[in-house]
């Protein structure tokens, strides 16, 4: 997916990190931009799953789910990072609004996703029950298989994959795996092993929102991509 973005987006997301210059709770992080099959998400522990069309809007600590045969696309709204939740998937996008962005936190249940990360200030993470990854501006698939199991592909960049048993550093053309209580490994990616789904669809488009800060002040923000 190759994205470009206009000026409006850039002053808006200026516009975001003097609005909320210290750190708290995010609302509005991630908007849906698209969603294909049954794609839900729920706001609270104790509430509905509701459906998540094309311009659902994400706060930090909504839960998105698919079905089987569905899938999902999110952008953030502060750097345009990209977020791909594949069918039969559970995450939990938490986030805290900082002043040069936002702290992201994929909580990953089950599943698989591809993500496309702007290289920033602000930390971006998976976690999942075996471990988390650690991620400074990259392209990579996580896929938490049946066993517990998480599995690394990095496409760009590099990733942090660490757990309370160890740590090592997964680079592009790599493959890091941590199982179930064991200390985290890598690998070459073998031929034919590393997912291709993250690029299918990939047409341009735009989408836009309407975003208010603390002072009541409201701004679109156009997203192309």
Same mark, same amino acid.
């Given at each position: ?66 079905? #089987? !045969?569905?899938?999902?696309?999110? %952008? &953030?709204?502060?750097?345009?990072? /990209? ?6 998937? $559970? @995450? ?52 938490? #298989? !049946?066993?517990?199991?998480?599995? %690394? &592909?990095?496409?760009?960049?590099? /990733? ?6 160890? $740590? @090592? ?57």
């Amino acid at each position: 997916m190759r994205f470009s973005y206009s000026t409006l987006a850039f002053a808006f997301a200026a516009f975001l990190t003097s609005a909320f210059a210290q750190t708290q709770p995010a609302k509005d992080i991630a908007v849906v931009l698209k969603s294909a099959g049954q794609v839900q998400v729920t706001r609270s522990s104790k509430g509905a799953a509701e459906n998540a069309p094309r311009g659902t809007r994400l706060n930090s600590g909504n839960i998105l789910r698919t079905s #089987d !045969g569905a899938a999902a696309a999110l %952008i &953030f709204t502060d750097d345009k990072s /990209i977020l791909k939740v594949r069918e039969n998937s $559970k @995450v939990n996008i938490a986030g805290l609004r900082e002043a040069n962005g936002i702290v992201k936190t994929i909580k990953m249940e089950f599943g698989a996703l591809w993500a496309k990360v702007t290289r920033s200030e602000t930390p971006f993470k998976i976690e999942t029950p075996s471990g988390v990854a650690a991620v400074k501006g990259t392209q990579f698939y996580v896929i938490l #298989d !049946g066993n517990g199991n998480m599995i %690394i &592909f990095c496409i760009e960049g590099a /990733i942090e994959l660490f757990n309370k048993l160890g $740590k @090592v550093l997964v680079t592009a053309g790599q493959t890091g795996v941590i199982a179930e209580d064991q200390a985290p490994v890598t690998r070459p990616s073998a031929p034919g092993e590393v997912p291709t789904w993250g690029n299918e669809g990939e047409q341009g488009g735009k989408i836009e929102i309407e975003m208010q800060d603390a002072q009541g002040q409201k701004k679109k923000l156009l997203l192309e991509y």
